[in-house]
Every structure is written in C-alpha cells, then in structure tokens.
C-alpha cells in the first residue's frame, strides 16, 4: 500500500458503479466458455434505464466489448494456473477472474439493440455479472496484426486445449 500512497498522493479513489447486469445461462463457471470466442452462446446486457440514451448508434457494430465484475470471484492470488495450461502464472499474464480488480472482458458479436438491452452472441461470463461498460470494437483500433501471445501460443497453436470450464477458479 505504500507504493499507492505515496506514488498516488492526491489522487481521487476509484469508484465504479455498474450500469446494468449481464444475463446468461451460466448459473456457474464449471463448464462455461473460457473465452466468448469459443462461445456461440446468447446473452444480454440489461442496462439501467437512465444510459439507454448512450446504446444509440452502436447496432451498426458487429462486435461489441463487455467489461464487467466477476462478482463470484472471492479472493484473488498473484499466481494462477490458468485454463490452458498447467503450470502457474503470473495472474497478469492471464484472464482469470481471481484478480485484484476482478473486472471481466469479452468481445461478443452484437446480434442487436432493443431499448435498454444488447443482445450478443459469445457469453463467456456468469449470470447476473455487473456489466461496468460496453465499447464498440473497432477492428482497425483493436487488432494487431503482429501481437505476440506469450505462453499461450503453444496451448492455442496445439489444438488440444479445452475451451471449457473446470472448477479451478470455482466460486
């Protein structure tokens, strides 16, 4: 706590309040989607009445991001042993909920917008997770054609990794 308080002296605390909820069938992790590009899944963010306003113009995405808490998540640990491997990890090499800040990321395909909802294809996520935020994805800001995936690049180049769920970081 040190390094927060005297490197961010004078910095207001963070605070986040969720716009909405995220619906899925998932009621738990064991054998939910590890990613929502495994995923052919529906699902829908519910937002708060008082941000319908902001869904404007975003149907002409194909794809939209979904930040969210995973509100399951009771505690977290620096070192994991991710989904698509065995061996530990540092926790910010990985996507595991168990985080300091345990907020969610998925980019899911935008089937459409109804008032207040966003119907999506691709639910990787728990049902009734806070939904934080929702950004289009744009593929000329978001992809990187040349982006390297540290030690996931031999889990994902070797095709017999799981895209599914165990009970490892279980609720």
Request: no cysteine; hydrophobic share 35%.
């Amino acid at each position: 706590m040190g390094f927060y308080s005297s490197r961010f002296t004078g910095v207001p605390s963070l605070q986040t309040k969720p716009i909405g909820v995220i619906l899925t069938p998932f009621k738990s992790s064991e054998g939910m989607p590890i990613q929502s590009s495994f995923s052919d899944v529906g699902g829908e963010a519910v937002l708060e009445h008082e941000y319908s306003p902001g869904l404007e113009s975003l149907d002409g995405f194909s794809h939209v991001i979904l930040l969210y808490w995973f509100h399951k998540s009771k505690h977290f640990s620096l070192k994991v042993k991710p989904y698509l491997d065995q061996r530990e990890r540092g926790v910010f090499s990985t996507r595991a909920p168990s985080r300091p800040n345990p907020i969610g990321l998925s980019i899911v395909e935008l089937i459409r917008v109804e008032s207040n909802r966003v119907i999506f294809r691709g639910a990787d996520m728990l049902d009734s997770s806070p939904l934080i935020d929702i950004k289009p994805f744009v593929p000329e800001f978001d992809n990187r054609p040349n982006a390297a995936s540290g030690w996931l690049e031999d889990p994902l180049g070797n095709g017999n990794t799981s895209t599914r769920a165990d009970s490892r970081f279980h609720e």
